[in-house]
């Protein structure tokens, strides 16, 4: 029977969408650092920030594509040439990263601590992610969830969702390590077991590869999840990791092999 024996996943861009709250939490950034004269973000500015959130290698910078937005830049020459136009857009407003971070970081922390539920609750599950989650566990395969977020608020959502997944099997922020260095230890703790890992961003799976231990780990790119379509074009058969659907990852595990994409 094809499937893994052990299954990483990345959280957010692979379980969890959380563009309502990177939004939400961008805008209070921008408000504190930038200043804008209306408090209220522009009608449809959220709709042209999701597109963009692929872009954003660090929460800091989600103000700055906000600011580069209201400042006239097309959400085509942001997805074009964002590492390069973050040097610029921080020279023209005259700030640099750490006040975005300690806004960023600021917004998150009192949020939370004001009403976690409320901060939570702007966070979703992609369709079908759960219930899938669910019956992978009922066949026996361990999950793993491999993440940037705080391990203790991954928890909080999948208990939300119906999924009771043991607080050793969530590796987020507070490890303190590279995703390939949480998947090596993975690996060498269960050295026979067919390890998948499921991820939304190339970078976190190039590093992944260029790991020459780790080279029997199955590698799959979560099209669904916060990545362009250049990401994308990237899978071929040469590439070492495959494509993958919402509707082959809600299928079963034959299908997201079968044809090698």
């Not at 209220?40 to 929460?59: D, H, M, N, Q, S």
């Not at 669904?224 to 071929?236: C, E, F, I, K």
Request: hydrophobic content about 45%; charged content about 25%; proline content about 7%.
């Amino acid at each position: 029977m094809v499937g893994p024996d052990i299954l990483a996943l990345d959280f957010d861009g692979v379980v969890c969408d959380g563009l309502r709250e990177y939004f939400q939490s961008a805008w209070k950034a921008y408000v504190e650092v930038f200043k804008p004269r209306d408090l209220t973000p522009p009608e449809g500015l959220a709709e042209r920030f999701y597109p963009l959130r692929p872009v954003v290698e660090t929460g800091w910078e989600m103000p700055l594509v906000l600011y580069g937005l209201l400042g006239g830049v097309s959400e085509q020459t942001i997805l074009a040439g964002w590492p390069e136009l973050v040097p610029e857009l921080l020279a023209q407003a005259g700030v640099e990263k750490a006040p975005l971070a300690e806004a960023m970081d600021g917004v998150r922390d009192r949020w939370i601590q004001a009403d976690l539920a409320d901060w939570l609750s702007y966070q979703r599950f992609y369709p079908g992610v759960i219930d899938r989650l669910g019956q992978a566990i009922a066949a026996g395969v361990e999950l793993v969830i491999i993440s940037t977020k705080e391990g203790r608020f991954i928890q909080q959502l999948l208990a939300q969702g119906g999924v009771a997944l043991p607080a050793d099997r969530i590796l987020g922020k507070e490890v303190k390590r590279p995703k390939y260095e949480t998947l090596r230890q993975i690996k060498t703790a269960h050295p026979s077991a067919a390890l998948w890992f499921v991820e939304d961003r190339v970078k976190a799976l190039r590093s992944v590869q260029q790991q020459p231990d780790l080279g029997e780990i199955k590698l799959f790119l979560a099209d669904w999840g916060y990545n362009t379509q250049s990401d994308r074009a990237l899978v071929s058969p040469g590439s070492g990791f495959q494509g993958l659907t919402l509707a082959q990852f809600c299928g079963p595990f034959e299908t997201w092999v079968a044809g090698g994409r």
